[in-house]
Nanobody, 115 residues
């Protein structure tokens, strides 16, 4: 079964850090680009970061550039999102998915940035 499962969210104060993880199974992980998305309450889901299949090409939304870092471990079938200098506006449910052939959206992982 093709599956992507997110974890690592939580409650953090502004300026803090979190590392999200995305565990893949059921497909040839190393051949797919993977994206991180987020959806804040009352807003559309938006693309946060992307990473190519080999990990050499990454892209970021302007709102997170310089603060977030996407990486992957193909041997472990994992994608990570290191989030630093978190802001209140980063509060959202975060999801991972493969853009070229979407997998059913999972539950995501909640990130709440609040003092």
């Amino acid at each position: 079964q093709v599956q992507l499962v997110e974890s690592g969210g939580g409650l953090v104060q502004p300026g803090g850090s979190l590392r999200l993880s995305c565990a893949a199974s059921g497909f040839t992980f190393s051949t797919y680009s993977i994206n991180w998305y987020r959806q804040a309450p009352g807003k559309e889901r938006e693309l946060v970061a992307s990473i190519s299949s080999g990990g050499s090409i990454t892209n970021y939304a302007d709102s997170v550039k310089g603060r977030f870092t996407i990486s992957r471990d193909n041997a472990a079938k994992m994608v990570y999102l290191q989030m630093n200098s978190l802001k209140v506006e980063d509060t959202a449910v975060y999801y991972c998915n493969r853009p070229s052939r979407l997998v059913s959206w999972g539950q995501g992982t909640q990130v709440t940035v609040s003092s």
